[in-house]
């Protein structure tokens, strides 16, 4: 007797899969974060490039539909060097080539030449993520980071010369010595870039760095939880006046030009991750790459199994990621969808917690979906945590 | 007279010495060296090898070392050959150096014809010293004045002495100059006892034995802890507990050596133990006379006194706790610990948990963390109360350890507090100070007495109430710790008391709630507000603090909603590491407790001893 094949949750995932390659070196270090990373060493850089190779090698078969080249900073790397690993992940995970692959760069103009953006466009990137942060000087200066305001305009127009207009960029909010009026002055340079994309970061302090340090010994000096709320609910109002749909906490689009990539990690779909520190999501387990290179490189060299972390999650922790997934985004939590792919009706499974955040307004909830209201993405961690440590 | 001897009725009978013998306890303000003396003894008399010794203070437990405090080890006996040739046997008997324990001292005492009194040379007489020295007084015993730490560089043995015969009323010339630390003075000591200690003389027509101490053993039942004082106490034998009036067997007898070790019997002027089959403590009374059953005492020794607690709180399980096991650690610790009381009780708040007795806050704060430490408990405790009379109109009287528990206002015709008489022991600076806070407590100026050396005994009549929210740290911390402090409770006072409610989000919340002078009562609630607004999170609501006094608010705060919360990175797909951020949070909200919608950190239960209103 034919036997009509499943329809597996693993299978619809993996026709929107996604490829995460992370390039751990930095021209510099920023203090305030906590990203696997390195300041470059030409030697230990091509000593990791292979280690990539190698991993990509042996890689398990999946299909990715996008590429997302994270860091670090991915443009220490030359542009062949990126190209290179263009055609070997896309052999590896897509024959037919990626539908979206993304490049964070630091716009340093050294790092961001008019040849970098050709061979990035010859080799198939068409987006480029840039870590801006700020437009104002001194908060770069606060930030550590060393490109000036006036290089992202450039870096933007040479992109697009280069023929890649698909160009978001990062600013982070509350940083030390920041205001509503200087994180205004740094939204309208943003925009007057017209970029396709903007992701605002609220500052956080990451044990284990500079800024911790700096915060254990003068918390005064960073933004207090009214400011950073003001903060966020000025970026969001400014972003949406001028026509970007804020489609998840973080994260703001022109129509048509939200992060695929990033969409899919929202949307609790697989995804494969490449070096150091990596996270993978293949066949309902997560897992993590060690975040030392030297254990990553001479693992991955000897081709090897890479040592690190890994769960699959059961029962109720498995919703409870998928709620606080979905509930990021605008949409929500879709309950046909969840419904169909964890067998469970969210509205009965969640009942109490549902009516709780409805009675403090933190929840909208419908027939069809199940979503965050303005307020309740302003205290997104408080709502997605009672899914979280829901257990039925 | 000795009143233990005293024998106003009873049969004619011979009356017995034991002339090798001498029973003695060591008294002392805390850190004056008690402990180090007490080693020192049993070293010298090689009771105890030098190694042993070092064993045996780890075995003890990590709280009390943590506090600097013994609360007690057990009676041990001493092998002491004297200057005269003769070989004696020294009983000592610990005693709790703690306020708290005070009855305990008594107790101790009791078994004693002798008491060290042990002041440090360079600190002198301070507040405890004094008590000891007058519950020792009043239980006739011979005192010895041992002047301690001589060794100091600050010691001043002359102004000690000088202390001595003005506050003690003691011949300044009797006391031994010692330094238990570096070994001086240790044989003078030990003659000094059996000189000057008269030995212990008891009837021959019965048997009496006075209960000091119990100790609850899991495979033995419970160890009673005798001063035999008249005749002999045979193994084998029933007797009589003669408060309580029960009949059991003595299955064994012993003395300390200081392992208990069995004997045949316990004579005239001996301590040891007797092990009879006695489930519970709460079957025999410390402080009853043991007899025996077939030919009863004429009457029990003097000085039984039930224990009384002094101060309650409420106890309850917090999140993830179940209320039985709060219930079988508690009565675990009361086996060996008959000083705790406790009964189920329930909040509206807090839920099922129990409404717990102690002597003293000392007592209380062991308790709370032996019970978390040692049954790894994670609970929640109310501000300590103490115990209001309340008359009602009807005339009945109802005593109220719980503030939650106060009847209405127009019930009542009368409430009452207890007081204590404070004594504080200060150098002259302080005692603006001392004067600002205590009066501040409704604390009533007895006496002051300046002291030749230029220190000052200040004696206060004021509420216990006012004594255990926070006032020794209070003193401690306005003196830089010179001050010290006793206190005994000297009765029943009425008071202008009311009771102090904190509502949040309009609710009252009974576990919060207070009784309070009606002086300092809307005081005290902008205070609490204050604090508790410090004290509860940021949540995704506003929360309103509200005080009020009989349903009329007097101080509102409000703790404004967490505005923002919110994990804004995606950490390049690095889900699990979210998820664990978020669940790191979750956990820490579950430790708080969940009133109404409110979510409480154990501390805004306590938040009345952490106010500084003065």
Redesign the interface.
């Given at each position: 007797m034919p036997v009509e094949p499943q329809r597996t949750p693993s299978r619809i995932a993996r026709s929107h899969g996604g490829a995460y390659v992370h390039l751990p070196f930095c021209p510099y270090v920023c203090p305030y974060c906590d990203f696997a990373k390195w300041p470059l060493r030409r030697s230990s850089a091509t000593r990791y490039l292979e280690a990539l190779h190698a991993e990509i090698a042996s890689a398990p078969a999946f299909e990715a539909r996008t590429l997302f080249f994270g860091g670090g900073t991915p443009n220490t790397y030359d542009a062949a060097t990126l190209a290179e690993l263009v055609r070997a992940l896309a052999a590896r995970f897509s024959p037919d080539g990626f539908a979206e692959t993304t490049v964070e760069m630091n716009p340093d103009p050294e790092l961001c030449t008019p040849a970098t953006f050709a061979a990035y466009r010859a080799a198939g990137i068409d987006r480029v993520s840039f870590g801006v942060q700020s437009f104002v000087e001194s908060e770069l200066a606060t930030l550590g980071r060393r490109h000036a305001p006036g290089d992202v305009g450039r870096a933007f127009a040479i992109a697009r010369d280069a023929g890649i207009d698909n160009l978001s960029l990062d600013l982070i909010f509350g940083i030390p010595g920041q205001t509503v009026e200087s994180w205004d002055a740094s939204l309208a340079a943003a925009l007057a870039l017209e970029p396709a994309h903007v992701s605002t970061y609220g500052l956080t302090i990451e044990d284990g760095t500079p800024f911790a340090e700096w915060f254990a010994r003068t918390p005064g000096a960073f933004a207090t939880n009214d400011l950073e709320a003001e903060l966020y609910a000025h970026g969001i109002d400014t972003l949406v006046r001028a026509g970007f749909e804020h489609y998840e906490i973080s994260n703001f689009a022109r129509p048509g030009r939200r992060c695929a990539h990033n969409a899919n990690y929202w949307a609790n779909g697989e995804y494969v991750g490449l070096g150091v520190g990596a996270a993978s999501y293949l066949a309902g387990v997560r897992s993590t790459h060690v975040r030392e290179l030297d254990a990553y490189v001479d693992a991955a060299l000897a081709g090897g199994p890479i040592p690190g972390e890994s769960e699959r999650l059961e029962g109720a922790a498995r919703l409870g990621e998928a709620a606080m997934l979905g509930l990021r985004t605008a949409e929500g939590v879709d309950i046909a969808a969840f419904a169909e792919r964890y067998g469970v009706d969210f509205h009965d499974f969640y009942r109490p917690v549902l009516t709780e955040m409805r009675a403090m307004g933190t929840i909208d909830a419908t027939s069809s979906h199940v979503r965050l209201t303005r307020r309740g993405r302003f205290v997104a961690n408080d709502v997605c945590g009672a899914f979280v440590g829901f257990a039925g | 007279m000795d009143r233990k001897l005293a024998v106003a009725h009873g049969p004619s009978g011979t009356v017995r010495t034991a002339t090798n013998i001498r029973n003695f306890c060591i008294i002392a303000h805390i850190d004056h060296g008690k402990t180090t003396l007490s080693d020192r003894l049993l070293e010298f008399t090689r009771t105890v090898a030098q190694r042993q010794l070092g064993e045996q203070m780890l075995d003890a437990m990590d709280l009390e070392r943590e506090r600097g405090i013994t609360i007690k080890m057990h009676p041990v006996t001493l092998e002491y050959p004297a200057h005269d040739g003769k070989l004696y046997e020294l009983n000592f008997i610990d005693t709790p150096g703690h306020v708290d324990f005070s009855s305990e001292v008594t107790r101790s005492l009791a078994a004693c014809e002798g008491a060290l009194l042990v002041i440090d040379a360079a600190q002198g007489i301070e507040a405890q010293t004094l008590a000891n020295y007058h519950l020792a007084l009043d239980q006739n015993l011979t005192i010895i004045p041992v002047i301690n730490k001589i060794d100091l560089p600050a010691a001043d043995p002359e102004r000690v002495k000088k202390q001595i015969e003005e506050l003690l009323i003691i011949e300044a010339s009797d006391a031994i100059l010692c330094s238990a630390k570096e070994g001086i003075g240790i044989e003078e000591i030990l003659e000094a006892i059996v000189a000057r200690i008269p030995p212990p003389r008891g009837q021959d027509a019965f048997v009496r034995g006075l209960v000091f101490d119990a100790q609850f053993d899991p495979y033995r039942g419970v160890v009673s802890y005798v001063r035999v004082t008249d005749g002999t106490l045979r193994a084998g034998t029933r007797f009589m507990s003669m408060n309580q009036k029960k009949v059991y067997e003595a299955t064994e007898v012993g003395v300390f050596k200081p392992d208990m070790r069995k004997t045949q019997a316990l004579d005239v002027g001996n301590v040891g133990y007797v092990i009879a089959n006695i489930k519970s403590l709460g079957d025999i009374d410390v402080g009853d006379t043991l007899t025996e059953a077939s030919n009863p005492a004429p009457e029990p020794l003097a000085g039984y006194k039930p224990i009384v607690p002094m101060v309650y709180c409420g106890l309850y399980p917090n999140e993830g706790v179940e209320v039985s096991e709060l219930r079988d650690a508690l009565e675990k610790l009361a086996l060996n610990d008959s000083a705790l009381h406790y009964e189920p009780e329930s909040s509206i708040a807090l839920g099922f948990g129990f409404r717990c007795g102690f002597l003293g806050l000392l007592h209380m704060e062991i308790v709370q963390e032996r019970l978390e430490r040692n049954y790894n408990l994670d609970l929640i405790a109310t501000s300590p109360s103490v115990v209001f009379r309340v008359t009602m109109t009807d005339g009945t009287i109802e005593n109220i350890d719980n503030p939650a528990k106060l009847p209405a206002r127009d019930r009542i015709a009368l409430m009452e507090e207890p007081f204590v008489k404070a004594t504080v022991i200060t150098p002259p600076e302080y005692v603006g100070a001392i004067m600002e806070l205590t009066q501040n407590r409704r604390g009533t100026l007895a006496n002051m007495e300046y002291v030749a050396d230029g220190r000052v005994i200040l004696t206060y009549e004021m509420p216990l109430i006012e004594v255990i929210i926070d006032y020794f740290d209070q003193l401690k911390s306005r003196t830089k710790g010179y001050a010290s402090l006793d206190y005994e409770v000297i009765g029943y006072r009425e008071g202008d008391l009311v009771k102090l409610e904190i509502l949040l989000h309009g609710d009252p919340v009974d576990a919060l709630s207070s009784i309070v002078a009606r002086e300092k009562a809307a005081n005290r609630g902008r205070g609490l507000v204050e604090k508790l607004k410090e004290l509860i999170p940021?949540q995704?609501?506003d929360v309103p603090i509200q005080a009020a006094i009989g349903g009329k608010v007097v101080a509102r705060e409000t703790v404004s909603a967490?505005?923002?919360?919110?994990?804004?990175?995606?950490?390049?797909?690095?889900?699990?590491?979210?998820?664990k951020?978020?669940?790191k949070?979750?956990?820490g909200?579950?430790r708080m407790k969940r009133v109404g919608?409110v979510d409480l950190p154990q501390e805004a239960f306590m938040a009345v001893l952490r106010l500084d209103e003065n």
């Open positions: - | 940021r995704m609501f967490m505005r923002k919360n919110v994990l804004a990175k995606c950490y390049g797909g690095d889900i699990s590491r979210k998820r951020l978020l669940e949070q979750k956990a909200k579950e919608t």
